[in-house]
């Protein structure tokens, strides 16, 4: 019981969080690397740190995604990884989209990952990340 109620606080269950994003960012880093872009987006999507509060968490992780993302750099690119995502995945995606679209910066790689995104999963996914109540930020 107090693990849990530590955990929604941001205590020990964010240490263990921290610990495996720094893992997937490692695996994120090292696919970026060899030039598979689809399994740094799917590794970067596994986990997201739903369930704490800590907003350094959220932006780390944010941080992360955005990087697999951005490895895609063409629209064939793009395609080629969403059309492998399951809609789940694509659901979690878009989520990740709307945030990097809010803050503003790469908005034109957001907007092209949103509507290929999009012409996947259908405008039904807008609807199940709006009304989602776990948030990546």
Known sequence: MA?????KSG??????????????KTAVTA?????????????ALDSPPFGTK????KTMNFDVVTAAMLSA????????????LTMEECDLLMKF????LSKGDQT??????????????GPSSIVRVITDKRRVV
């Open 108 to 121: 034109l790689q957001f907007l092209k990952w949103h509507a290929t995104t999009l012409a996947k999963a």
């Open 97 to 100: 989209i709307y945030r990097g």
């Open 54 to 57: 800590n907003k350094d968490l």
């Open 11 to 24: 205590g020990s269950g964010d240490a263990a969080r921290e610990a495996a994003l720094s893992e997937r």
């Open 73 to 84: 750099r063409t629209d064939d690119a793009i395609s080629k990884v969403v059309d492998e």
């Open 31 to 43: 696919a970026i690397r060899s030039g598979n872009s689809l399994l740094a987006v799917r590794t």
């Open 3 to 7: 693990a849990a109620a530590s955990d």
